[in-house]
């Protein structure tokens, strides 16, 4: 009960219907929201994880999501659902969501849902406390707060309807159209609206007439309600019930459409679904006799509407009831608008100090603020603020990898280029440009198929057996000197650090099961330091509490050789500059190091 929607009220949106979302937002805008009314869109089909839209001049991102429950479960806080499917899918939408739970309101645009669908839908969602508006309808605003999608027209049609600001009276209509219309002549003849519901114009909708004038009853902002109702239906009577039993003490004006229907000689429908009369009673005539008995403002005609509006508005601020509304101020939407090209997330160089994710430079940089390149790199790389033992983690890796020597493919590469006179960033992009499967791509490899067989339950047997049948040497097992009875002391270091930091490491466990196997047939088939770190990486961000897909999603985007260049770039950095400290010559690989095998080429005739 009381106030529908406030002005920290957040939606959201199914179907990325781009004009209706724009349209809330510029409104959010124009009012001075803090917050954008849209916290969420879901697109089934789309592969986007985000869509822009304008704020003003500027541009924000909405996440786009698959599903309902995903939007949900990142978004708690939109407690609106905007459905704006089809109509064949609609009714399924909605049930998906009120089985979700944690939706006040739910809005469907859709007209024409089968009347047995909608019947058990809008008896469940009663059954669940959900307000549901539709189907069939433009929504509902609270003007000053929040409105839904195209209610109210354009910006320039809400501005001059009053409907940036709260009024003092409720309106509930039917139709979208006249909500609109009524809006208007409500701020030309009162002073707008506080909240208004089109309830829609199918023969079953949601929330029906009754329930919103008993919510407006408990919404002090709302002095007076206005109802425009219409031919067929009786849902009219329950507030004619209200007025007598004193359940509704708030002035009503009321007026239903269609009298003309009692012209013609047969039965006749206007435009919704619900708008033709069964039986007499079902008549625009006759509802709108019986709730002027019932003491309700009844106008003689539609046209004399705008004055009953303010004969009532009038009334009630000679009473002291209504008072003087204060001026809004607002913001003006620019009228020409253009979308940026380049996105980032990450950092800001447009105040007085550049931030790293939120963070000025200066808080993390000098030795004071007790930052290291870690804290950097999750900041940057993750836009999150790891704890000590993860960043800590993360520069040793980043020192284990920085150089293994000069023979390595990147390291001879960026040395060979160093003695071609080249300059330290060339050179050192020639040996980055080895880095892949074959050079530090382990690290990648290794996360990526253990993590496969561990998710999958895969004994070290089974797990020998699937990479065998794809025909790949397991990633991160195996070196060229180091066994058991040789250990890499670099491995032993990591497992010792995260045997003391980490809170627990079931892959590195599962891995040194499989080690356990490899290494019974043969003694250098060790978990060597690419496969430690990529494991180790893996139970670091599980014990960040990321969800499995989105680790999934580190390692194919190549976070983790990410890690491996960062580190390696410093070690070749280190060989480029010990070569121009040399002053080496012009590198000729030796001839008797070459075979040659060159035979005269075939002539082709």
């Known amino acids: 009960m009381g106030k529908l929607f406030t002005r920290d009220t957040q939606a959201i949106f199914w179907n990325n219907n781009k004009t209706a979302i724009q349209r809330m937002l510029d409104y959010d805008y124009t009012i001075k929201r803090e917050t954008p009314s849209v916290a969420a869109i879901v697109a089934p089909t789309s592969g986007n994880k985000f869509e822009k839209f304008f704020w003003g ?7 786009l999501y698959k599903s309902t429950a995903e939007a949900k479960a990142a978004q708690p806080q939109a407690e609106v659902l905007l459905n704006f499917a089809s109509f064949r899918t609609a009714y399924d939408v909605t049930m998906e969501a009120l089985n979700i739970g ?4 739910i809005m469907i645009t859709a007209e024409g849902i089968p009347e047995r669908l909608a019947r058990g839908m809008n008896a469940y969602a009663r059954e669940l406390g959900v307000v549901v508006i539709g189907p069939a309808t433009v929504g509902a605003i609270a003007p000053g ?3 839904i999608a195209n209610i109210g027209g354009t910006i320039e049609n809400i501005v001059n309807s009053k409907l940036h600001r709260s009024g003092s009276c409720g309106l509930v209509t039917r139709s979208g159209g006249l909500f609109n219309e009524l809006s208007n002549i409500i701020a030309i003849n009162a002073d707008g609206i506080a909240e208004g519901v089109a309830i829609g114009g199918d023969r079953f909708v949601g929330s029906v007439f009754i329930d919103n004038l008993l919510r407006m009853q408990e919404n002090p902002d709302v002095k007076y309600m206005i109802l425009l109702g219409e031919v067929g239906g009786t849902e009219e009577y329950k507030v004619i019930e209200a007025v007598k039993s004193g359940k509704i003490t708030k ?12 012209y013609y000689d047969s039965g006749v429908q206007f435009g919704h679904a619900g708008a033709s009369a069964n039986a007499e009673r079902e008549t625009a005539e006759a509802k709108n006799k019986a709730m002027a008995e019932a003491g309700i403002y009844v106008p003689a005609t539609f046209n004399d509407l705008p004055a009953k509006i303010k004969e009532v508005h009038e009334g009630l601020k000679a009473e002291g009831i209504i008072g003087e509304i204060a001026k809004s101020e607002i913001n003006t939407v620019p009228k020409v608008r253009r979308p940026k090209q380049f996105i980032c997330t990450i950092s800001d160089d447009r105040g007085e100090e550049a931030t790293y994710a939120g963070f000025p430079i200066s808080d993390v940089a000098t030795p004071d603020t007790g930052k290291g390149i870690g804290d950097v790199i999750s900041l940057l790389w993750f836009k999150k603020q790891y704890p000590k033992w993860a960043t800590d983690f993360i520069e040793t890796v980043i020192k284990t990898v920085a150089d293994h020597g000069p023979a390595v493919s990147g390291a001879h590469n960026a040395k060979v280029t160093a003695r071609a006179g080249k300059s330290v960033v060339e050179s050192l992009v020639t040996g980055l440009l080895t880095i892949g499967p074959r050079f530090g791509g382990a690290i990648d490899g290794a996360a990526k198929y253990f993590k496969y067989a561990d998710d999958n339950n895969l004994s070290p047997k089974e797990f020998l057996s699937y990479m065998k049948k794809e025909g790949v040497p397991i990633p991160g097992i195996g070196h060229r000197i180091k066994s ?17 930091h980490f809170p627990s490491t079931p892959l590195l466990d599962y891995a040194k099961t499989v080690e356990a196997l490899t290494t019974s047939k043969k003694e250098n088939l060790i978990l060597n330091v690419d496969g430690t770190i990529g494991i180790l990486m893996v139970d670091m961000w599980r014990a960040l509490g990321y969800p499995e897909e989105e680790i999934d999603e580190f390692v194919a985007s190549g976070t983790l050789n990410a890690f491996f260049i960062v580190g390696r770039s410093i070690g070749f950095i280190g060989h480029v500059l010990d070569e121009k400290r040399l002053a080496m010559p012009m590198y000729r690989h030796p001839m008797d190091d070459i075979l040659y095998d060159v035979k005269k080429a075939e002539k082709i005739d």
Not at 254 to 259: D, E, F
């Open 251 to 262: 002035p009503i004006i009321a007026w239903c459409i269609g009298t003309i229907a009692k």
């Open 145 to 147: 707060a929040f409105k």
């Open 102 to 105: 944690g939706f006040k309101t």
């Open 484 to 500: 058991l009875k040789n250990p890499d002391l670099r491995v032993t270091g990591l497992m010792n650090y995260a045997a003391e």
């Open 57 to 63: 001049g500027d541009e924000i991102m909405i996440p």
